[in-house]
Every structure is written in C-alpha cells, then in structure tokens.
C-alpha cells in the first residue's frame, strides 16, 4: 500500500471501537425490516430537563456568544463548577487554576496522556473498562498495563498485584467509580488505598466519575477529593451528560491537582478552540438548578433496574438492582461466550446488548444492558427477552 494512504502506525495498535462496530451490526438489522430495541449504549432517553434548553435558545441568538470562546471556559462556568463541586462533596477547588472545562469529559479522557505521559511510559487501566483509557495512552505512544477487575474482588482492581517494576514506570492510573461496565461502587478504603498507592509510586490518579450522580436508595458516591491528600496526586473527570442528560451537547470538566490541570489546558489550546459559549452558559444553568430532575431520573432508572432484574432472574439470573448507574452487568448464560450471546439476542429477538469482551479480555463471559430505554421499549425487550431459548 501507498506510504500516503496506509494511516498511522499508531491508528493500528487500536481495535474498531467497539459502539461504532455495534451500530453498523445494529443498521444492518434495521436495512432488514428488524425493529431493533437499542439496550447497548449508555446515552439517557430522557430530554435535558427544559430551563437548559430554554437558556440555549435564548443565550445562542446572541452574538456575543458567537466568536471563539476562551480556551479555558468562562470564567462564571467554572465558578459553578466550583460551587457544584463545594456543595456536593464539600470539598473547595480554585476555579482559575484547579477546573477546566471540556468537550465533553471523553475530550478529557482521551487527551491527558498526551499531555502527561511520555512514550514507553505505563499508564494503568481497569479491564473491563471504558475503551478510551487504553486507546488515549497508545495513541501518546504509552503502554497500556492491564488492572483486571473481577467479581471476586468487587470489580475493584487489586492494586497489590501490580508488580512493583510496573508501577515504577506507571505515570498515570484511570479509576472509575460507579463503574462503566460493572455499575460497581467503590468505598472509602478502596479509594484511600488507590490514594495511598499512587502516593507512594508516583503516579497520577485519574478518576473518571461521569456517574457520581446517577445513584439510587439514598446513596452518594464518594469523589475523589473527599479523600484526604487526593488532590497532590489526583484528577478527577466530570461530564453533564449523564447528570442532566446531555450527552449530545459535549460538555464536561477536569479539576484536581493545579499544575495537572495547566498542562492539560497547554495541550488543548492546541488542539481545540473552547467549548461553544451558548453550551457553557447552559452548563451554568444546569448546574445551578439544583439535583431534582437527577433524582427524578434516579427513580426511572432504578424503576427499569428492578424490572430489568425481575425478568432475567425469572431467566434463571441471579440479578439485584445496582446501587449505582444505569447499566446492568450480567454473566453470559452457559454456553456462550459475550460476543455469542449478544448475537443470539439480537438475531432472535431484535434486542441490542452489549458483548462484554468489548470493554476488554476481562469482560469476556459477561455482557451490559443499559437502562437508558423509553419504559415501553424497555419493557418490550423484556417481554421478548422471556421468550429467549438459553
Ligand atoms: C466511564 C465513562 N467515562 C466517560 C464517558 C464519556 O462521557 P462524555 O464524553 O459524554 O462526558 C463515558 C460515556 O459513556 C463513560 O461511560
């Protein structure tokens, strides 16, 4: 193949990622007359609550909001970003060096090992996991090293058996609780742990907590900087997408450590030109208004969870409702491996869900079904799913 159109060597260190792979799987059944219910991805069926919509409208028909925006956000965007986080986990960040926002927190997610992380380094990422962890670091030339989470271990990684040459050359470990795929929470040891480890290594703690707020019965997830000493190692990724259900509008923020977070702001400015200002004074908005529409979310979620687990338990499952997020994760029924299952399910009763192997090796035997269906739609794939020959 010609030098000029063989791609990057790196692009082929880097599987097909695994929703664009699914969505063509998904289009394909749809071309065929097949009336697919969509389980596998997690992006809320619920609109982003009206006030935020209604500052949008009003905020983009302002030419002020028209030209470039600032690289590092509006300055009252981080201030509320500031206050959200003060009056959530009680815990006061520097709205002029300790957050910036994001397109989105996978813009976040994505970048920090460019801007942290030189090639040959190791960057430690949990298996199943968000994709991004891995393909972020291979894309900076570092190497990925492989945290499995397990049932066993709660789906928390077992930082002991990291080997002490591994984390000697680790710059940077990804965290996510409540987790994606797993829907697992961490506690409090876990994270003075995983604080007290990278402490000790040297090694940036990044954690990714898009679901701090999607939690049900009552319970709060901890954020990383309610763990003492957190902020002289760490980073914390948040996004409003699933917290008000914006995942369409790209917007989210890094805080933590001040001079980790200037680096990341250098690397953007060179990539990126800011977030669209009508976006942010949204984001403004929508962290301002208070937690009801989140709780009133919480309750559709958990409501779909207990229906999700009444029905696959009837499968044979033995399945309670997550403390956390909108995922179910599951084992695949004997006889299956994850990308078998998801085939089965799709090809006999049009339902889509998702092969755990996706999220990495250790995902294998196990897939994730996403809450995030209109209820009618949810309970339609319910009621086909009970027909499933296992
Ligand atoms: C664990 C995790 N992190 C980050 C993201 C990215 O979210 P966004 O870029 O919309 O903020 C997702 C999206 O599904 C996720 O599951």
Known sequence: ????????????????????????????????GVDVISLGIGDPDLPTPGRIVS???????????????????????????????????????????????????????????????????VVLAPDPGYTVYTTGAIMAGADPYVMPL????HWLPDLDAIPDEVARRARLMWLNY?????????????LVHAVEFCRRHDIVLCHDAPYSEIAFDGYRPL??????????IGLEFHSLSKTYNMTGWRIGWVCGRADLVG?????KTNIDSGIFQAVQ????????GGEEETHAANTVYLRRHRLVAETLNKLGWNIKP????????????PGYDSIGFAGHVLDKVGVNITPGVGFGPHGEGYFRLSVTAPDARLQEAMTRMETLKL
């Open 263 to 267: 680096l990341i702001g250098q690397l």
């Open 223 to 232: 954020t990383l900087f309610e763990i003492p000493g957190a902020k002289e």
């Open 281 to 288: 004074w949204a984001a403004i908005e929508a962290l301002n």
């Open 150 to 153: 397990t049932e066993a271990n």
């Open 322 to 333: 997550p403390r956390a997020t909108f995922y179910v994760w599951a084992p695949v029924p």
């Open 55 to 121: 500052v949008l409208q009003e905020v983009a028909a302002d030419p002020s909001n028209h030209r470039y925006p600032s690289y590092f956000g509006l300055t009252e965007l981080r201030e509320s970003i500031a206050r959200w986080y003060s009056e959530r986990s009680g815990v006061e960040l520097d709205p002029s060096t300790e957050i910036l926002p994001t397109l989105g927190s996978k813009d976040g997610i994505s970048h920090v090992p460019l801007a942290l992380v030189d090639p040959g380094d």
């Open 1 to 32: 193949m010609s030098k000029a159109v063989a791609g990057a060597k790196r692009l082929g260190r880097i599987p097909p990622y695994l929703f664009a792979e699914i969505d063509r799987k998904v289009q394909e059944k749809k071309r065929a």
């Open 178 to 190: 409540p987790n994606n795929p797993t829907a697992a929470t961490a506690d409090r040891h876990f």
